[in-house]
């Protein structure tokens, strides 16, 4: 019954979300990570191997402005067609009301109403809301506040315990997040989809907790031990960006290969097989 949900301050997030413009805001993202980043790369569990018919909760750590745009790159790549949705604080939402037509809805983090709100809604999309895709997802950046990814023991907040507790039927996926920079002027978006867990097979929201901490800090630590090897072929590649040193430099480089008759190739690797020295 959306009426109860329509009663508080913030509007039904079923009728306000938008396949089409969640599906344009993607096509915008796979630009902005483009120009900011030299790739997105994902690792771990094959997104095709999730199963539709089941509502999925993804939960991440929280080391970036960036994570919430990059929890909708990587629904918009990987899980077409499942409309997702996802929280944010309610004053923040404020100010950026477009992110209501992408899924995103209100809550007030530090008030008991607000996490009775966050389990109400969370409830109700994921047992209703479905796509040609399959059915909803949650994103949550469930360390809540920024937080360094090599920070241990692995914390999260209590409402994504509670949330496996009160939904038997969903998957429970953890994704780890890191920022590094590899071998080029812009940096690699790593991340890595832990195993699925099954919340029919978990108990009370106490039982859950250590349960999510330690599938999320495995997630972590295998991503950062991916992350020290430096190598893209560990990944598979979401969305590609600009490689290169900068616009003046690499005209250089161009010029060089063009008269030694080689191909130029603006990644610092090209850099380095032209026979150019910095």
Known sequence: MPSRFLAGPEPDPIAQRSDRLFRLFGFYLRWRFGRHFHAVRLSGTDPAAI???????MFSN??????PAAYILLADRCFPGRPGFGPMDQDALGRY?????LGIFGIDKN?????????????????EA???GGRAMMWITAEGDFTDPRRRPVRLRPGIAHLAASIPDAL??????????????RPELLL????????ANGGRAADWSPILEQALGDAMDALANDAVQRDPAAFSTLNNGASGAGWVYDQWRRLRAIGSGRRFDPSHGGHSQTGARS
Not at 51 to 57: G, K, L, M, Q
Not at 62 to 67: A, Y
Not at 97 to 101: D, L, S, T, Y
């Open 111 to 127: 008030s008991a109403a607000g996490a009775r709100r966050f389990l109400l809604v969370a409830r109700r999309v994921l047992g």
């Open 62 to 67: 929280h080391p970036s402005w960036w994570d």
């Open 130 to 132: 479905r796509g040609p």
């Open 51 to 57: 199963p539709a018919d089941r509502p999925v909760v």
């Open 172 to 185: 429970m996926l953890p994704l780890a997040m890191e920022y590094v920079f590899w071998n080029e002027s």
């Open 97 to 101: 009301g477009f992110f209501r037509r």
């Open 192 to 199: 890595r989809l832990g195993p699925p867990i099954d919340a």
